[in-house]
């Protein structure tokens, strides 16, 4: 099997889910006695192609143009739809980040073909491969499989494979061709400006040792105190899931997940919260994980340590109580 | 500036759900608006508000729809437009994407907005195929916009807190970021307007829709455990005397 990787740089820095995809692809090409094709795009990214070449891929692709120095979907559609044409994997797989979201899918369909997001796996079934992603918000998950001619798309979900297992090229160096791409500026109908940051927050969640975080389980926003008084009682910090920032109960830097905070803390405690995809890639480091929420097939007791089935009103108060005992004595 | 809001039904979100080989049984269920989509509605009726023009609420799927497509006129889209596909839930991506853009070629839309992702499939896919397949300029997980002099200026979500700003030409195809706006909730008389209002159904059919499936839901199952837990039970007192003791002395970690 041929796959190619699209790994994903921005301003001349990786997004590291790209080598967790590179992982996928050196497990799946092991399994199929495939090859690797790493594919950097964008301007000036020679160093970064040079990167990839040390890492154990049969060839590394460069596609360089002045037009693909920011991102933009039609530019990147354009450039990667005649990449593919000429180079004719039949795999390609790319990192489920918020670009590829905003690009893939559009690729995929110009070569008039589908694509499986945002997987978390995927199973060689006989020399079929069968590629595992959620549904139902995490209550689900579920096996999807191509159908039809390659070439065939599929994203991997972050931290659904682990960096750290990337080998490295046995003999040094992969070789690095630069494909060349036409392009012209009336292909690309949007214009990318500026990015930047919100106002610069107070809290620094990352740094966080314990965390107490809320989600749709919180209810409504008069309760957060209660949250919060947990929170004081542990000595952490207080944050959420996605809804309850959207909603403004709490500021959006407090939110963790895909779109928030990453964090890594030596505890997590989630209450209420379901454990959608989006918010677990954000708090799955945690060292120990405890969650309460009283739905006993809510997803979040796939990743947690400890779990309780339970009214978080009830237990909140209670905790907090033994906390403050336990600080006492 | 005349809008079609792409709206999906989707399990009510407490519902429980019984898993039936391929999808689940939908029998015995509630169904609700998927809530991203309820954003994208509610951007589509506040730029109609400031510019004018016309909302039409589109959706995919079995009878029962027409009444999320309700829904959308109550909420004040000015009219409905009913994709009747019984087998909507077994579509891929682009299959779907496909009847939708069938659908809105038909119309005289500038611009054509979906929520970020279902609830259920969560594939988020539909608007930029949706671009790709009229071949229409598009902008994702959009947190705000402006239009003037016939373009957008659009705020972008990246990840990590990271934001951009895009101009983005009419018409166009984006899809918004949930949270981007607070999501109004039907008057008594926008739900007795709603009555009046048209609710036109379409099929994949009659749109000369045929599509080859790109992809198989093979089966749907109830996710493995990766991690063991401990689960603590007993009343709410002892599991928090369990808890406390469990996270000094077992994981110490407080």
Redesign the interface.
């Known amino acids: 099997m041929k796959i190619l990787v699209i790994a994903e740089q921005r301003q001349g820095k990786w997004?590291n889910t790209s080598f967790e995809t590179l992982v996928a692809a050196q497990q799946i090409a092991a399994a199929t006695s495939g090859t690797i094709s790493a594919l950097v795009i964008g301007k000036g990214v020679a160093g970064l192609a040079d990167e990839l070449a040390a890492k154990n891929v049969a060839e590394v692709l460069l596609v360089e143009h002045d037009l693909l120095e920011a991102y933009t979907?039609?530019g990147y559609?354009v450039a990667l739809s005649q990449v593919i044409s000429s180079a004719k994997p039949d795999l390609v797989l790319f990192p489920h980040?918020?670009?590829v979201?905003?690009?893939?899918?559009?690729l995929?369909?110009?070569l008039g073909?589908?694509?499986?997001?945002?997987c978390i796996g995927y199973r060689n079934e006989g020399g079929k491969l069968?590629f595992v992603?959620?549904?139902?918000?995490?209550?689900?998950?579920?096996?999807?499989?191509?159908?039809?001619a390659a070439p065939w798309f599929a994203s991997f979900q972050s931290g659904a494979f682990r960096s750290d297992l990337l080998s490295a090229h046995p003999s040094g160096k992969a070789p690095v061709t630069k494909v060349t791409v036409d392009l012209k500026p009336e292909q690309i109908?949007?214009?990318?400006?500026?990015?930047?940051?919100?106002a610069k927050?107070a809290v620094d969640l990352t740094q966080a040792?314990?965390i107490v975080a809320i989600g749709r389980g919180i209810k409504a926003p008069e309760n957060i105190p209660q949250a919060e008084a947990l929170a004081k009682a542990?000595?952490g910090e207080i944050a959420a899931s996605?809804?309850i920032?959207?909603?403004?109960w709490l500021p959006m830097?407090r939110q963790i997940g895909?779109?928030?905070?990453?964090v890594a803390p030596?505890?997590y405690l989630a209450l209420g919260i379901s454990g959608a995809i989006q918010h677990v890639v954000g708090m799955k480091g945690a060292?120990?994980?405890?969650?309460v929420n009283k739905d006993a097939?809510a997803?979040i007791?796939?990743?947690?340590?400890?779990?309780?089935?339970?009214?978080i009103f009830?237990?909140m108060?209670?905790?907090t109580?033994?906390?403050e005992k336990?600080k006492s004595v | 500036m005349n809008i079609i809001v792409c709206i999906k039904q989707v399990p009510a979100k407490d519902a429980p759900l019984t898993i039936a080989g391929n999808w689940i049984k939908e029998s015995d269920i509630g169904f609700e608006m998927n809530e991203p989509d309820s954003f994208a509605l509610e951007e589509a009726l506040r730029l109609k508000e400031k510019h004018g023009g016309e909302v039409i609420a589109l959706s995919m799927g079995p009878e029962r729809v027409k009444q999320t497509i309700k829904e959308a006129l109550a909420k004040g889209a000015d009219r409905g437009i009913h994709i009747a596909d019984d087998n909507f839930a077994q579509l891929d991506p682009l299959g779907s994407a496909r009847a939708l853009a069938a659908t809105i070629q038909k119309e005289k839309a500038d611009l054509v907005l979906t929520g970020l992702q279902s609830d259920d499939h969560g594939f988020g896919q539909t608007g930029v195929l949706l671009a790709a397949l009229l071949n229409l300029p598009h902008a994702t997980i959009i947190m705000a916009i402006d239009v003037t002099g016939g373009k957008m200026n659009l705020k972008r979500e990246l990840e990590a807190g990271w934001f951009q700003h895009i101009e983005c030409p009419l018409p166009g195809v984006l899809s918004i970021q949930s949270g981007i706006n607070k999501v109004r909730y039907a008057t008594l008389k926008g739900i007795m307007t709603a009555k009046k209002k048209d609710l036109a159904t379409v099929t994949r059919e009659s749109l000369g829709v045929k599509s080859e499936p790109s992809q198989k839901i093979e089966k749907i199952y109830v996710p493995t455990k990766t991690k063991k837990t401990e689960f603590l039970t007993g009343t709410p007192k002892e599991v928090a005397t369990k808890l406390v003791e469990k996270l000094k002395f077992e994981a110490r970690v407080i």
């Open positions: 997004n979907p039609d559609c980040t918020y670009q979201r905003d690009f893939a899918p559009k995929a369909a110009m073909k589908g694509m499986i997001g945002d069968v992603r959620q549904m139902f918000q995490g209550k689900t998950a579920a096996d999807v499989s191509f159908v039809g109908r949007t214009k990318p400006l500026e990015l930047f940051k919100e927050s040792p314990l542990l000595g996605r809804p920032c959207d909603e403004g830097e895909s779109s928030g905070q990453t030596k505890l060292r120990t994980i405890v969650a097939n997803p007791f796939e990743i947690a340590d400890y779990g309780v089935v339970g009214d009830e237990i108060p209670a905790l109580e033994a906390l336990a």
